[in-house]
């Protein structure tokens, strides 16, 4: 992956070709990290492109921008296209100067135009700039690993990999957008195109734009087909997602330099490492998270893993007060407020492949939304039963079940009734298989200050959610439209960003995720129900897969969430500083985002009962003091400084 | 519920236990029918909290199965149960 920017300004002689050139300069040095191996901007007439590039594939040719010789139509591109050989062979008419996959992405927007998207095996977000009719092309790819925003002008766009490049180029004047703030308080994250900024739109998954000079046309090009159901049986299912997901592994480890893996001990990571092991010949190197608290660690999995599969293996511990040192960067890379700390070790993580010398590893991200291994499908099946025939008790000895990680499992069967009930006199309304998750998180906003309280009182992150969802995926069966609200939220805006591309990027690594292949995401689709989720056992079809490839302690392990240590970073007695000034009245009154006299009464609480702290209440604190973390680094102060130097442009 | 019954004791123990959810749960504006767990004002873990609250501060010993929404679910509710058991 890379870091792109840009923006479109008003052509002819008389436009300030130096200011420009600046402005493009800032914007590409803010995102040297995610692309520390060249940075260049190129500046044409009316478009400036700028490109920071991580040397991944045709390490020698693959520059950018990049420019088509005859056309003038011109490149910037952040991901891989997977499958560019053999896209390359469909385009044998087009005269290749390099090797890259970025000459292939041009030739393939030359040849079929914008709708090639749709023929691409990849992650990617690019802009495309055509001379000749003076357009600019965003895309984004199916999931939304590789992230694009943009801020629109009055006659011009801004876009870039990170809104951080926006700031830097003067596009906008950082401030939190309450509906973003809202949105991450109750979904975890904000719904594009909402972002945590005013005024910094995100592109969302699956969509192309075209900006005409004047207005920017959003299109989505693609989703799962879920009313294709195929009855196959479970052994035709099991070989058909082996084949497919050796496939994707194959596709991933194509890269100029060697490919590693995360492994988390997991049934997941686990598969795929399997794969990609095979594949490699046995020089898989694998790479994990360690904690020193017995209920996250996963150590023993993973080595259980490790000794199975023979990888060259490193795991780093990490200490509950590291967490605390890691937010601030974690947040800043980010850019938005997070609700749990798990992002934090994942940027250590990051370091540790980096310092190894590795720049690309597979992760295992995707298989819980597509083979539906959440507690929360399981969730879902249960209430909608419920609610279908509340009269049977079956439900009820199922409850407990639901989610068997979580503390108040063992809570009275009556009370958790109460807790699983919500929405049951409506099954079909869009939003059922989340009620019960998004009303616990959005008790979150009751700690906002009065004026973001009454900023977003017309907001309702639910709706916003549902907004992000196609007509078809709205009316879609129960469980699918679950996968689709989870691919449309969760997924891309926490998973795959907050935790996945910004915590690799900072450390200059890329992430490969082969289930979110989107031809293994359309199979998953085409499923029946039972291969995925029969009765309470979930991603049948995955353990089936792995059968004869891992340990069998592995294919029984029940789904297990990964999770960080919270309260006791934030405000026990190892709470770094960061965290007592911004988590002090006054900071909470300068940033305006919260209620400082709630604010005050949660620490003295944490303090208080340190890791009883529940989980509700650790939400708060984490999401507060990374609010602040994000108001400090980006409103508070003015847009770092980068060092412009490395830069080079380019005009024609 | 007893409404007969809101003279001066039980609207003390009311507001007593008004304030403690208030001020454990962060929560403003509920009203005293509000079910806490289907209005979000409470999680099933801030119950275990609000009974240790009904234990250690007033008194109340409750049993296992008096773990219900019926004497848990709403201040009303709350009042009710903790002013039986205390027997006002």
């Given amino acids: ?652 | 519920m007893r409404q007969g019954e809101v003279g001066g004791a039980a609207s003390g123990l009311r507001e007593r236990i008004r304030a403690f959810i208030v001020e454990t749960f962060f929560v403003d504006g509920f009203g005293d029918e509000d079910s806490f767990l289907a209005r979000g004002i409470i999680d099933s873990m801030g119950l275990v909290q609000l009974v240790t609250f009904l234990e250690h501060d007033l008194g109340i010993r409750v049993d296992d199965d008096e773990l219900l929404p019926e004497n848990l679910d709403s201040l009303a509710r709350v009042t009710a149960f903790a002013g039986r058991k205390l027997g006002r």
């Fill in chain 1, 1 to 652: 992956m890379c870091g792109i920017a840009g923006f479109t300004f008003p052509a002819g002689p008389e436009s300030p070709r130096e200011a420009q050139g600046g402005r493009l300069a800032r914007m590409v040095a803010s995102l040297r990290h995610r692309g520390p191996d060249a940075q260049r901007g190129l500046l044409l007439d009316g478009v400036a492109l700028g490109h920071a590039r991580l040397a991944v594939v045709d390490l020698a040719g693959g520059a950018q921008p990049m420019r088509d010789p005859e056309t003038g139509v011109a490149l910037v591109f952040n991901g891989e296209i997977f499958n560019h050989v053999e896209l390359r062979r469909q385009l044998d008419g087009y005269p290749f100067r390099t090797r890259s996959d970025t000459e292939v992405l041009l030739a393939a927007f030359l040849t079929w135009g914008i709708e090639s998207v749709r023929r691409f095996v990849g992650q990617f977000a690019f802009a495309v700039w055509d001379p000749r009719d003076r357009s600019l092309w965003l895309a984004r790819d199916p999931v939304g690993i590789a992230p694009l925003v943009y801020a629109l002008e009055e006659a011009a766009i801004a876009f870039a990999s990170e809104a951080k490049a926006l700031f830097s180029g003067g596009f906008r004047r950082a401030a939190i957008d309450p509906r973003g703030l809202a949105q991450s308080l109750t979904l975890w994250a904000p719904v594009a195109p909402t972002t945590s900024f005013a005024g910094v739109q995100a592109l969302p998954p699956a969509c192309w734009a075209r900006w005409d000079g004047a207005r920017l046309d959003v299109r989505p090009y693609w989703e799962p087909d879920f009313d294709a159901v195929e009855p196959v049986d479970d052994a035709t299912a099991a070989r058909q997602v082996a084949e497919l997901l050796d496939d994707a592994v194959r596709l991933r480890l194509r890269a100029d330099v060697p490919v590693g893996a995360y492994l988390s001990g997991g049934l997941d990571s686990s598969l795929l490492c399997s794969h990609a092991q095979e594949q490699l010949g046995g020089s898989l190197r694998t790479f994990s998270i360690a904690f020193g608290d017995q209920k996250l660690d996963e150590r023993r999995h993973q080595e259980e893993v490790v000794a199975a599969l023979r990888t060259e293996h490193r795991a780093v511990e990490i200490a509950a007060r590291e967490i605390g040192d890691l937010l601030p960067a974690a947040v800043d890379h980010a850019e938005q407020a997070i609700v749990r700390t798990a992002p934090a070790p994942m940027l250590r993580l990051s370091r540790l492949v980096h310092d190894e010398g590795l720049r690309v590893v597979l992760t295992g991200e995707g298989a819980d939304e597509i083979f539906w291994g959440y507690d929360l499908f399981r969730e879902a099946k249960v209430r909608d039963a419920w609610a279908r025939r509340p009269r049977s008790g079956r439900w009820r000895l199922l409850l407990p079940a639901l989610h068997p990680s979580l503390p108040h499992a063992a809570q009275p069967a009556a009370i958790l009734a109460e807790v699983y009930g919500a929405g049951l006199s409506d099954p079909d309304q869009p939003a059922f298989s989340h009620l019960v998750r998004w009303s616990a998180s959005g008790r979150l906003l009751r700690f906002l200050s009065a004026s973001v309280a009454e900023a977003v009182a017309a907001e309702d992150p639910i709706v916003s959610a549902l907004g992000a969802l196609s007509e078809r995926s709205r009316r879609t069966r129960l469980l699918a439209r679950a996968q689709m609200l989870e691919m449309r939220t969760l997924l891309p805006g926490y998973l795959l960003g907050a935790q996945g591309d910004r915590m690799l990027m900072a450390a200059s690594v890329e992430g490969r995720y082969p289930y979110l292949d989107h031809r293994l995401i359309e199979l998953a689709a085409r499923l029946p129900d039972r291969v995925k989720l029969r009765a309470m056992r979930e991603k049948r079809v995955l353990r089936q897969c792995a059968r004869g490839r891992l340990p069998a302690s592995i294919l029984a392990r029940p789904k297990f969430p990964y999770r960080a240590p919270i309260a006791w970073v934030l405000a026990g007695p190892e709470a770094p500083c960061w965290a007592a000034e911004l988590l002090s009245p006054d900071a909470v009154r300068a940033a305006g985002l919260f209620d400082a006299a709630k604010v005050s009464r949660l620490v003295e609480k944490a303090r208080a009962v340190g890791s009883a702290l529940s989980e509700a209440d650790a939400m708060a604190l984490v999401s507060i003091a990374t609010s602040q973390l994000l108001w400090a680094g980006f409103v508070q102060s003015m847009p770092r400084p980068a060092d412009v130097a490395p830069v080079s442009l380019e005009a024609a």
